[in-house]
Structure formats: C-alpha cells, structure tokens
C-alpha cells in the first residue's frame, strides 16, 4: 500500500508557483520522498527526490518538513505543460530485499495549470 | 541513452491470442519492472526482475507471463487475456547493485496501450 496521502486536484495558474503537498506521516528514518509525474497517457517521469534536506534541481525545489512526516513539491513557474498527475512516493534509501526499489504509487494528485 | 524504448505502442488483440509486448533499456540497468495501469488509476506493480531472475511477482494471473532474456531486455507474454486486462502497461528500469544505494530514480518507458477484444 502507499504511504502518502495527497489532495486529489489543484489547479494553478499559469506562470505562478505551484506548491503541490503531502504527507507521510509513517515514514521511517532511512525512506526517501520521491516525486513522479505522469503526463496523460505517457509514462511517470522523475521530478526530485530527497532525505530531509531541501533539495532542488531544474524542474523543482523539495521542501521536506524537519520532522519528516510532510513535504511540498514547487513548480517554481508552472506551465501548460505541468499539467499532469503528480506522485509523492516513500521508498527505501538501502537495500533490504528484492521490494526495495520498486516504486508503489498513490492516487497522486492532478495539478490542472489555467491559462 | 536514458530512455526505456517499449514496443509496441498500441496493442488490439483477440481474447484467443497469443501476443508479447517489449521493453528494452541499454542503461546498464539490472532491476527492471512490468506496471499495469488502468483508466484513472495509478500504475500497479506486475512484476520484478533483478539480475534477470524475477524476484516479485505480485499475484498476477498466469496468462502474463514475463521474461528477461538478457539484461537489457524485458518481454511480457500475452495468452487468453480477458477484456479487463485492457490498460496501459508500462516497463521501467533502474539500477540494482549493493554497491549502488537505492536512492536512484527509475525511468519507465511510455507504456503499451493494450486493448483486448
């Protein structure tokens, strides 16, 4: 089962931030948080991933909460092409068995960018 | 090359059939991964390879059966499929060694539309 919970929808107009939420609230010491996205009818493609510092790369920032259980995803500029499902994912940082880099998704949520 | 090339991109097959849907990655990447993922829904996980041995076979019925021929290649074999086997499939890869820590992204191929008549 996943271990995050996001809001369903958020739209978001063009050309400003969009701050995408989740939480996860059981995450264990040694989990990452994970960001997909999947564009309609093509595959997830990474984001971002992190440990509990703040991360950021050319697509988005990750802000991780110092107590771990949430996270924000920030588009910093979004654009009609955001538009998409986006997935908030905890997996394992070493490894413990065969199931330890297999991706669970959630329900995710649908970030709708409004001209 | 960091892409996962998945053939082909839409699938119509008769319930009688026998067809096989591939997946193919030149990352040097040694877990690879079938999802289903039907309308509106997240994708769920089918099946595990690591090393070419499949490792996680997560209760799917025997008319999917996958195959891992060498490390590059991924092949998921079709055999009296029901219409409600009728999803997007999609493969990914990422990379599986200890010496490698599981902090790394897996990238996915942009999936097969199947559609079962």
């Known amino acids: 089962d996943a271990k995050t919970t996001q809001p369903p929808s958020m739209d978001c107009a063009e050309g400003r931030a969009a701050n995408l939420p989740c939480n996860h609230s059981t995450i264990s010491g040694n989990e990452y948080v994970y960001w997909y996205r999947q564009i309609h009818s093509q595959g997830p493609q990474y984001i971002i991933h992190g440990l509990k510092n703040n991360e950021t790369n050319e697509m988005a920032s990750l802000i991780i909460t110092e107590d771990r259980k949430s996270s924000t995803l920030i588009l910093p500029h979004a654009t009609l092409r955001d538009t998409a499902v986006y997935y908030c994912i905890v997996r394992p940082g070493v490894w413990s068995g065969a199931g330890s880099y297999q991706l669970t998704f959630g329900k995710g949520t649908k970030l709708s960018v409004i001209p | 090359d960091t892409e996962v090339t998945q053939t082909p991109k839409h699938l119509v097959m008769g319930m009688t059939n026998k067809k096989s849907l591939k997946c193919e990655q030149h990352?040097?990447?040694?877990?690879m991964y079938w999802y289903k993922q039907k309308a509106k829904k997240p994708p769920e996980l089918m099946f595990v390879?690591?090393?070419?041995?499949?490792?996680i076979n997560e209760s799917v019925p025997s008319r999917f059966s996958p195959e891992c021929p060498n490390s590059s290649l991924l092949n998921l074999h079709l055999h009296a499929l029901q219409p409600e086997d009728s999803a997007l499939y999609l493969c990914?890869?990422?990379?599986?060694?200890?010496?490698?820590?599981?902090?790394?992204?897996?990238?996915f191929g942009q999936g097969t539309r199947l559609t079962v008549v």
């Open positions: 990352m040097g990447h040694r877990a």
């Open positions: 990914a890869s990422s990379p599986r060694s200890i010496q490698v820590p599981a902090n790394t992204e897996a990238f």
């Open positions: 390879y690591s090393y070419e041995k499949l490792s």
